[in-house]
């Protein structure tokens, strides 16, 4: 990890909500991490994992390299190399040609399309355009959510009608029946259509293919922001590699494994729409947890959940920010959830927005 320090950053909105800057006075220090291992997992040929399950994987090619510029993963809060103590996260990992699978593997998908409780906040796309990736710097917290509900920050690409949705989505969650307690974790989901009967999270069925011997999809989060404390984030970026069409997740840098493209029907020509924010899960009473760090969105970089530099990949692979005119706020209980729109903030945060809320009585 790595502590940095941000000047007082000046700036305006052109879109949304909120034409103020984000005050970084209070607080200047954000801490740069990756996950650490929190359960047990098995050790596995690279090319013997369970993705290779899927029957549309079965004559798949493994991609160990992808052919993309460095410029796409490099760490955008921490741009220098790590020593190997730094990226040990605490656990051992695998050694080289094998990949951590996690023992425990309950299949549990996530919500259809039509499937009640669920509500969000989110920075979308809102233009007729193609896209191959996303990016940003994730701000950690650890909402307090209890028995079904579930509690997330991410970047999601997606295309494709609702009843054959594909999307795939990238970021942390706290989700107790998923996880088994209430810590924060890296998190990963799919679908080829709208969850009715593809993907599920993580590794917990076959499709998304395991690279990095120790970085991998439900790792926990030790440390968390704390409102008027330390802040944490970490980078992430979901890109499509160009000649082989797979759709790549990388965190800090760190090329962790993919999506094939043959998993999908809608995405394989790249994405038309992207999203940035936060979205929760009701439990069966119909009350929602706390999104984000539980405040509703405000310029107070140390109280409220952001996310920064976001930028996307366009229809010609160039990963540039995002631009106001093709954005638009989406919210759809502003009494429970919010967002904050503050445009380019300097060269320490990019393109940055805030979000979140405390939830409660949010509605289906």
Known sequence: MRQLSYPRIQGTSKV???HRTIN??????FISILPTEADEFDCVDIYKQPAFDHPLLRNHKIQLNPNFSHELTKSRVSSRSRSPNEVDLRGKGCPSGMVPIPKSKPFYRPFTQDFPGEHFATLDTNNNA?????????NIYKPPVTGKQYSMAQIWLQSGPPNELNSIQAGWAVNPTIYGDNLTYMTIRWTTDGFKNTGCYNLLCPGFVQVHPTVRPGQVFVNSSIIGGSQYGFDLSIIQEQSS???WLT???????YWPKELFNHLNNGADKVRYGGTTKASAD?????MGSGEFPTNDYHSVCFLAFVKIVDSNFKLI???DSTMSGTTDVTTC?????FGYQGRKLGQTFSFGGPGGECGT
């Open 16 to 18: 949304n909500k909120s």
């Open 24 to 29: 970084l006075d209070d607080d200047p220090h």
């Open 130 to 138: 193609t896209y191959h990736g996303a990016q940003a710097t994730i």
């Open 245 to 247: 069409g797979n759709w």
């Open 251 to 257: 965190s800090e840098g760190f090329r962790v494994g």
């Open 286 to 290: 119909g009350l929602s947890p706390p």
């Open 321 to 323: 920010d995002i631009v």
């Open 337 to 341: 959830y919010d967002l904050h729109y």
